[in-house]
């Protein structure tokens, strides 16, 4: 027997207590009211006459689904988007509720009827939308503070769905920083050339810097620039001129305008333990190890941004995917002021 519904007030009024016991109690949809009535939100009304589970009334004249469809596209801000969620997980039988009030968050998950707090936080996005790194970082710390865990849910143009588990990540590793007696390297255009053999060996097989060519190491500007900073090298130029610190920044500067902000992140990664590689050919900063190369891959791609970072959907789903097929998880390292948080973003299959 269909359940029986009522149309008021941009809300669904059920009466019936086999049809309250059956919505409410075995599926988690509705607001059970005062006087044993159960109130559903317009989008709840939708999946339920999209499924051919419920009759809808209004004035005892019948609602049909296009009726209820076009009223809720008028109501419910970014309906198309919220709806293939919400059917998507529904019948994947997660019992979510909707959001009203608590933007950006779209949806709750509850692992049981009446909890205060929710299991797992939600926010649908279009692919047209953009993910901001300041507000996912405010997010995480909210669902973090609950010990809930954060989803994002992404609908492309064609309805299809792509899940995200989003996190704060504690990136550490096995490697220590190691101690080298100093040598000479000489500054070429995009990278730098390491002559001493004896140094260049230990920065290859300690901590994995630079990449032999021929006779000698060459390195990549953010390595010299930490082994400078820690004093292992001195920079030259290959006519010989003895190069300070800053006028290394600067000169780098030219051809690799954030590279103080990828060297932040690099020194931390160090301190942290793990060895830190280009990920260029991945189409990221970095990649980290959390082991010597010869015992793992490479774990993460790293990304370096600033607060206030935004970039489109499309951007982000390029680099979560190829960081998968790759075996890889996609962090993003968020600069603010003197502060790194590192944030995970791992596809789900909720």
Not at 235 to 255: A, F, P, R, W, Y
Request: charged share 25%.
């Amino acid at each position: 027997m269909d359940i029986s519904g009522e149309l008021c007030n941009n809300h669904i009024i059920v009466k019936k207590s086999s049809d309250i016991g059956r919505l409410y109690n075995k599926s988690h949809i509705g607001t059970l009211l005062s006087g044993n009535i159960l109130q559903l939100d317009i989008l709840e009304g939708v999946f339920l006459l999209d499924e051919g589970k419920m009759k809808l009334f209004q004035n005892k004249k019948p609602i049909d689904f296009s009726q209820l469809l076009m009223l809720a596209a008028r109501k419910v801000p970014n309906f198309e988007t919220k709806y293939i969620v919400f059917k998507d997980l529904r019948n994947r039988g997660h019992a979510i509720t909707l959001s009203n009030n608590d933007a950006p968050v779209t949806f709750y998950k509850f692992k049981q009827k009446n909890e205060n707090i929710p299991s797992c936080v939600i926010v649908a996005f279009s692919e047209r939308d953009i993910l901001d790194i300041d507000a996912t970082m405010q997010l995480i710390q909210q669902v973090t503070k609950k010990n809930s865990t954060l989803w994002f849910a992404l609908v492309d143009e064609e309805g299809d769905l792509t899940y995200y588990d989003v996190s704060r990540i504690n990136l550490t590793g096995d490697n220590l920083e190691q101690h080298y007696s100093k040598g000479t390297c000489i500054l070429l255009k995009n990278r730098l050339i390491l002559f001493d053999k004896k140094l260049a060996d230990q920065l290859l097989k300690k901590e994995f810097f630079g990449k032999p060519l021929g006779e000698v190491l060459q390195l990549s500007l953010v390595e010299a620039l930490y082994l400078l900073e820690r004093g292992v090298l001195e920079i030259q130029t290959n006519d010989g001129k003895l190069l300070s610190e800053k006028k290394c920044v600067n000169l780098m500067e030219k051809l690799q305008p954030d590279i103080e902000q990828r060297l932040m992140v690099f020194k931390d990664l160090k301190q942290r333990g793990l060895l830190v590689k280009t990920g260029f050919k991945f189409g990221a900063h970095f990649r980290a190890y959390t082991m010597q190369p010869d015992k793992a891959h490479a774990e993460f791609l790293i990304h370096v941004v600033e607060k206030g970072f935004t970039s489109i959907w499309a951007e982000i789903s390029r680099a979560v995917r190829l960081a998968h097929s790759v075996n890889k998880e996609f962090v993003f390292a968020r600069i603010d002021n003197q502060t790194i948080n590192y944030v995970k973003l791992g596809r789900l299959r909720p």
